[in-house]
């Protein structure tokens, strides 16, 4: 069987992480790139020392060059900036759906056949950037999100009662951000619904700290925002494409009426296989859940309404 290739854009925290992750699952041979010059190169070089280590044959080619890349089998996006002082919120919508935008573009051009897992921020605006630029079918683009939210919101549950963060299976809807729906109804413990494990206050109190999950780390970190935690997500999702797994899993998936939504990417649950997003799954949804998906789901096309006036 040929081996699968996967690209790498971005050699920044996130990229390299997805990098380091891919080579030790041995997913494939993969293509780091990156607009600096030997970053890439030297990041790339260093992961493919490691690989006798690791016991994994498996190359790593880092470059500035998109040929390199041809033919991949799934590409992870993760170039972009963060936001700077001084940096409104459209500067840096402007900045990454340019960066994103060009990116997906000169990559889609090199794979046509690939899949695309978005992970730049702000996150459902960057998906809709690199499908209107690639022109790829909605099914081959999805945005990583929701693997995120609910792995964070597993380790905090895991952590409460006292399990295996494996028991925990959890579901996340909505946009990446302030917007996202948690569905605690749906948060299973190894079968059993976790109400039976704690009140709904402390549930609540988990529920907000998963919302501020990403924002904890950047309180941390000061310089920057999370990656081991993201780059495993993407690696999760890119596994269930290349293995064609179709697990279902909490993605950024192109709704085409499902949750009667159409024309945007959202967080829903999907299953992912080797031809990318195969199938959006609908639950049924409470009224509150139903106006807080419908709330995230508004924000997303303000966002998007932006996005089309940079593209
Ligand atoms: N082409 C290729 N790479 C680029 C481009 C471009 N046009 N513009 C920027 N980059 C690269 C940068 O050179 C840098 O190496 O993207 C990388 C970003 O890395 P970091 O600044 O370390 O950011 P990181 O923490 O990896 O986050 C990347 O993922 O989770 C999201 O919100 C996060 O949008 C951010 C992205």
């Known amino acids: 069987m040929p081996k699968n290739k996967l690209t790498v854009i971005g050699a920044g925290n996130v990229g390299a992480s997805v990098a380091a992750y891919a080579s030790a699952q041995e997913l494939g041979d993969i293509v780091l790139v990156d607009i600096l010059e030997g970053i890439p190169q030297g990041k790339g070089l260093d992961l493919y020392e490691a690989t006798p280590v690791l016991g994994v044959d498996t190359t790593v080619t880092g470059t500035n060059d998109y040929a390199a890349t041809a033919n991949s089998d799934v590409i992870i996006i993760t170039a972009g900036i963060a936001r700077k002082p001084g940096m409104s919120r459209d500067d840096l919508l402007a900045t990454n759906v340019k960066i994103v935008g060009e990116v997906a573009e000169k990559a889609g051009k090199y794979s046509p056949n690939a899949v695309i897992i978005v992970v730049s921020n702000p996150l459902d605006a960057m ?164 106006d807080a998906f419908k709330k995230s789901a508004q924000a997303v096309k303000d966002l998007v309404k932006e996005v089309d006036k940079f593209l």
């Open 127 to 290: 998906v809709y950037t690199a499908w209107k630029k690639t022109g790829f079918s909605p099914r081959k683009i999805v945005g990583m999100a929701g693997v995120l939210d609910t792995a964070r919101f597993r380790t905090f549950i895991a952590e409460e009662i006292g399990v295996s963060v494996e028991d925990i299976h959890a579901l996340v809807l909505g946009g990446h951000g302030d917007t996202m729906v948690p569905l605690t109804r749906y948060c299973f413990v190894g079968g059993v619904p976790v109400t039976r494990f704690m009140s709904s206050e402390r549930l609540e109190q988990i529920v907000q700290r998963t919302r501020q999950g990403g924002a904890e780390i950047v309180g941390l970190l000061k310089t920057g925002s999370a990656y081991y935690a993201p780059a495993a997500s993407a690696i999760q999702m890119a596994r269930s494409i290349l293995s064609d797994k179709k697990r279902l899993l909490p993605v950024a998936a192109y709704l085409d009426g499902e949750y009667n939504e159409k024309g945007i990417f959202l967080g829903v649950p999907a299953i992912l296989g080797e031809a990318g997003v195969e199938k959006v799954i609908e639950v049924d949804l409470t009224p509150d859940e139903t």
